[in-house]
């Protein structure tokens, strides 16, 4: 396993930023695996898993070890009448994860296709969209303790997984490192088009809730909204949606009537995206950063950017919801 000194990370997050690491290491086997928890270099340096680097924010230079990972395989361990049990390698690309199942006719994670990263990293914030989440399909997460380097297996239960959130990103935060997932999926037809969007987008293409045609248009919808990163750095939603109860909405409703909500379990959800609009931060730039003109929850680097930078941004737009809403974001994206 080659280890690489002063790597820069600038191809490796998806927001573009440049940033060295101290040491760097590509795990592609379970031998390097194997290697790594016995190497000084990550024994004795603070570390930091990568997949795509698609929810990162670097806001120096990472004065540790990197280790990208790439572990591939995906197979099926598990099957009867009604599911499968898929397990994947935690450096596949989510979104081949999404197609394989696809192809196959298995549902459960077509609603999160095009999901930019890694499967890995999918428990990591338990990745949702489009009216599903990981938490709907995932079985267990095998996972390497970094201290020890032994091997734990997380049920689904055990990965306290809630709305972008899990025990990883909490109490095991830089605790484990996630080597592969596997996932419950139906062999029944499972529709689930429970999201406007996606239902009114299908009956304006005329086309039926298949498992291939719900893949293709959350992917069709994803990419007329969102930007994508190989052009504009960005890393998706930069901030969690608002929860508020009852008490805080009508209190809220008494100068903003209109306000954006939608409520489900006696739980009341504000779009954070809706908030940072009122605050007329939509498509507004600021240097080398800014905010999408599409999607106001996404935070741009229009190149050059510094981590730094983007911090600037997000605080100025965190004060403004706070001053007008007394409403606090809170980051979705990992900053390091
Ligand atoms: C355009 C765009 C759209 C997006 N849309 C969505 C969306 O609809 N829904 C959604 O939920 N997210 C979305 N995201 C965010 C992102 O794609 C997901 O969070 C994804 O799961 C991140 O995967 P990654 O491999 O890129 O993780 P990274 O960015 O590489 O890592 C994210 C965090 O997880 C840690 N980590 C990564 N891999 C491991 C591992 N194997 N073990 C332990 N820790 C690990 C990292 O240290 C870091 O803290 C979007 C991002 C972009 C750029």
């Known amino acids: 396993m080659e280890i690489k000194q002063n790597y820069n990370l600038i191809k490796l997050n998806t927001f573009g930023i440049s940033v060295n690491a101290k040491f760097f290491v590509e795990l592609n086997s379970e031998k390097d695996l194997a290697e790594l928890f016995s190497l000084p270099e990550f024994k004795d340096n603070k570390k930091i898993f990568l997949g795509g680097g698609s929810n990162v924010l670097f806001t120096k230079d990472f004065d540790g070890i990197v280790v990208l990972n790439k572990l591939k395989g995906m197979e099926i361990t598990k099957e009867d009448a009604?599911?499968?049990?898929?397990?994947?390698?935690?450096g596949e690309l989510w979104h081949d994860l999404v197609i394989y199942a696809v192809n196959k006719g298995y549902w459960g994670i077509e609603n999160l296709s095009l999901i930019p990263g890694t499967v890995g990293a999918a428990p990591m914030q338990n990745i949702g969209a489009y009216?599903?989440?990981?938490?709907?399909t995932l079985f267990n997460v095998e996972a390497f303790e970094i201290e020890t380097g032994e091997k734990k297996t997380f049920?689904?239960?055990?990965?306290?997984?809630?709305y972008r959130d899990s025990i990883f990103k909490n109490k095991a935060k830089g605790k484990y490192f996630i080597s592969a997932v596997t996932l419950k999926l139906s062999i029944m037809p499972k529709p689930n088009i429970s999201y406007k969007i996606l239902s009114e987008y299908l009956e304006k293409t005329r086309r039926t809730a298949?498992?291939?045609?719900?893949?293709?248009?959350v992917a069709e919808i994803r990419k007329s909204k969102l930007p994508d990163p190989k052009i504009i750095g960005n890393a998706g939603s930069f901030f969690k949606n608002v929860f508020i109860g009852e008490t805080k909405l009508r209190e809220l409703q008494k100068n903003y009537p209109n306000i954006l909500h939608f409520e489900e379990e006696g739980?009341?959800?504000?779009?954070?995206?809706?908030l940072i609009e009122q605050c007329e931060w939509k498509g507004k730039r600021v240097g080398n950063v800014g905010v999408h003109d599409k999607q106001a929850l996404v935070l741009i680097n229009y190149g050059g950017a510094t981590g730094a930078e983007i911090i600037e941004l997000a605080n100025k737009i965190i004060t403004s919801v706070k001053e007008k809403f007394g409403l606090e974001?809170?980051?979705e994206v990992n900053i390091v």
């Not at 599911?83 to 935690?90: E, F, P, R, Y």
């Not at 009216?131 to 709907?136: R, T, W």
């Not at 298949?210 to 248009?217: G, M």
């Open 82 to 90: 009604e599911n499968v049990l898929i397990k994947a390698m935690g």
């Open 131 to 136: 009216g599903a989440e990981l938490k709907d």
């Open 155 to 162: 049920t689904k239960e055990e990965c306290e997984l809630d």
């Open 210 to 217: 298949t498992l291939k045609n719900i893949s293709d248009a």
């Open 267 to 274: 739980i009341i959800k504000i779009p954070a995206g809706w």
């Open 329 to 331: 974001l809170m980051p």
